[in-house]
């Protein structure tokens, strides 16, 4: 089992910048990939961003001029971070941290709220 907590999230004007944390423990080890969905209201959840153990990234095209991940580990947790440069307010929403697993269910963590304001 691995267990997601997100952070970091909350109101900024249009242009600020936000940095999301994902914090992930128990069967850590496990873990190659960590990734950032989110969405918005009355919208399907979106990908937004993967980070592999190794550090290679994949960022989806919408923001990768703005957004970076990156992941830091400790022997018991794995934290991918989501940086959020110029924020429009077109990136409000729910962000969720997820690990997926082949084969079975991913994890997915509660989600931070993002609301930018024009």
Do not use: H
Not at 14 to 38: D, H, K, P, Q
Not at 44 to 64: F, L
Request: aromatic letters at 10%.
């Amino acid at each position: 089992q691995v267990q997601l907590v997100e952070s970091g999230g909350g109101l900024v004007q249009a242009g600020g910048s936000l940095t999301l944390s994902c914090e992930a423990s128990g069967r850590v080890f496990a873990i190659n990939i960590m990734g950032w969905y989110r969405q918005a209201p009355g919208k399907e959840r979106e990908w937004v961003a993967w980070i592999t153990r190794g550090g290679s990234t994949n960022i989806a095209d919408s923001v990768k001029d703005r957004f970076t991940i990156a992941t830091d580990s400790t022997p018991n947790t794995y934290t991918a971070y989501l940086r959020m440069n110029n924020l429009k307010p077109e990136d409000t929403a729910v962000y969720y941290c997820t690990v997926p697993v082949p084969g079975s269910e991913d994890f997915w963590g509660q989600g931070t709220q993002v609301t930018v304001s024009s």
